[in-house]
């Protein structure tokens, strides 16, 4: 009896049960750290694509005030004329926390809900007929954006001259 318990090999019920403890631990402890780093990469994509809104609309913005003419006002809002045969008055301004542009008595919102614009300024320069130097506006914008239930501030500041039609 004694030589049939030397010669039998194979794991006992307690090396088995501390091996799929130390297993289970191992896993639980991976996937917190897969399900933590999931999360992140949802917020960074959030964040991401409401600073692209937030780019995309002040690259529009700044396009369309390059090829405008007549620039008017100062502080948080300005009122151009845009178009050739038939110029068409344009307002780029706030509209409550959103970046709005307005023309024909139409008001179009540029930035997403997520996005809240809390100072848009401009600052005009050469637009009076009297000055000889190219017309120029200077913007700058600041705000929060909310993503995933975060809140990370952003400033923009940025420089347009009208493009010469000579």
């Known amino acids: 009896m004694n030589n049939f318990r030397k010669t039998k ?9 501390v091996a799929t403890t130390v297993f289970m631990v191992v896993m639980l402890i991976g ?31 700044t396009r369309t005030l390059r090829m405008g003419r007549d620039y008017a006002g100062s502080g948080g ?5 845009t178009g050739g045969d038939t110029p068409v008055s344009t307002t780029f301004g706030l509209n409550g926390t959103s970046l709005a542009r307005c023309s024909n008595s139409v008001c ?12 848009l300024e401009f ?5 009076d007929l009297l000055d000889n130097i190219q017309p120029s506006v ?8 909310t993503a995933s239930e975060e809140q990370t501030g952003f400033a ?7 493009r010469s039609g000579e």
């Open 9 to 17: 090999k194979g794991f006992t019920l307690v090396e088995i049960m």
């Open 31 to 61: 996937m917190g750290a897969l399900v933590t780093s999931s999360n992140t990469a949802k917020k960074a994509k959030a964040l991401r694509t409401a600073m692209d809104n937030v780019s995309f609309a002040m690259e529009s913005m």
């Open 108 to 119: 179009i919102n540029m930035t997403s809900p997520e996005v809240k614009i809390e100072s």
């Open 123 to 127: 600052y005009v320069s050469g637009s």
């Open 156 to 162: 923009i500041q940025t420089m347009v001259s009208q």
């Open 138 to 145: 200077y913007i700058t914008m600041k705000g929060v954006v």
């Open 77 to 81: 809002s300005i009122t151009f004329m």
